[in-house]
């Protein structure tokens, strides 16, 4: 045999030299979830790796995920329903405690990327990511909506903006919004290619966000389909994104792997709060074992082709990278 693939798995040195993809935190984002008030950090059962916290916990939070190389920040805001009505006006009022919250993160802590979300549904009665009229989620008049929201969340701070609505058009309306108001050096990062995956339970349950009719299909893309995504990634890369991301993470790796392919953006993944609780609750059970499925997991999705990882385990992983 003169060709023996073995000689180069013989050690751990040799193996590291000749490693084909390598994972560090500097790829990880961590998503927090932001709480008003002060003094509460409450568990996410369905999540037991997540917590909704205020923003005294959060700062800490960051500052120990920082402490381990995680140093990116998604973070979502669980609105209370008072401040909810059918156009989202809480999403850019002046009051609004996730808009002042970046501006003191920002402050308190200026090495964090904060990178936000914008969509209608945290801020809507209707609990769709786009206006709701009569029974239909409309798509134009939504837009100039998600046009103030980004705006205001430039203005308090956000490095990154995170359109998650799945609008036909929204990039390039929000593009244009933020070059108008003068934020041209705000990203965005485009929910691209976002499923209407059965697995957002978790984040859901964290944000009592799930929708009050219905369900998100008629915007969400179809699980089925993997050319769509090429649609959208093309439209969405004319219209100004930054980053194109894929949602759910592991259970479209070909989808990662087919816009990293055809696509010289960024390529962002969003390992989701469903795939991170099937990994927990199989290791609390004692079937697999936490730190050897946790790095192969999120190195199978940088694998595939993902520059950039959402994920629940990103402190976990900056810690076992650390030791």
């Known amino acids: 045999m003169l060709r023996r693939p073995r000689r180069n798995r013989k050690s751990e040195s040799i193996r590291s030299a000749v490693r084909e993809t390598h994972l560090s935190p500097t790829n990880l984002v961590s998503p927090l979830f932001l709480l008003p008030g002060e003094n509460k950090s409450e568990v996410i ?3 037991p790796v997540a917590s909704r916290m205020t923003l ?12 381990v190389g995680i140093d990116k920040f998604m973070i979502f805001p669980a609105i209370p329903e008072e401040h909810k009505d059918k156009v989202a006006t809480y999403s850019y009022a002046e009051d609004n405690f996730y808009l002042r919250a ?7 802590i ?13 801020y809507s009665t209707d609990g ?29 701070g956000f490095d990154i903006i995170g359109p998650s609505d799945m ?32 697995f957002y339970g978790p984040f859901r349950d964290a944000l009592d966000s799930a929708p009050g009719f219905g369900d998100k299909k008629t915007y969400q893309m179809d699980p089925a389909n993997k050319n769509e995504a090429l649609i959208e990634a093309e439209l969405d890369t ?19 792997h087919m816009l990293n392919s055809e696509f010289d953006l960024p390529i962002a993944a969003y390992h989701v709060s469903g795939e991170c609780a099937m990994l927990l609750a199989a290791c609390e059970k004692g079937w697999l074992d ?11 999705i940088k694998r595939a082709g993902a520059d950039v990882i959402m994920t629940y385990l990103a402190k976990s992983f900056g810690e076992f990278y650390h030791r």
């Open 45 to 47: 059962k369905s999540l």
């Open 56 to 67: 005294d916990f959060m700062l800490k939070e960051m500052e120990a995920s920082i402490e």
């Open 102 to 108: 970046a501006e003191l993160i920002k402050k308190e």
């Open 110 to 122: 200026p090495e964090a990327v904060l990178i936000s979300d914008v969509a209608m549904d945290p």
């Open 128 to 156: 769709h990511d786009g206006l709701v009229i009569g029974k239909e989620i409309v798509n134009d008049q939504t837009l100039p909506i998600l046009d103030r929201m980004a705006v205001a969340q430039a203005q308090a």
């Open 167 to 198: 609008m036909d058009g929204r990039i390039e309306s929000i593009r244009t919004a933020m070059d108008e108001a003068g934020y041209y050096n705000t990203s965005i990062m485009s929910y691209c290619a976002k499923y209407a995956s059965g």
């Open 238 to 256: 004319q219209e100004g994104a930054d980053f194109l991301m894929v949602k759910p993470a592991l259970n479209y790796l070909d989808v990662i």
């Open 290 to 300: 936490y730190d050897v499925v946790m790095p192969e997991t999120l190195l199978s």
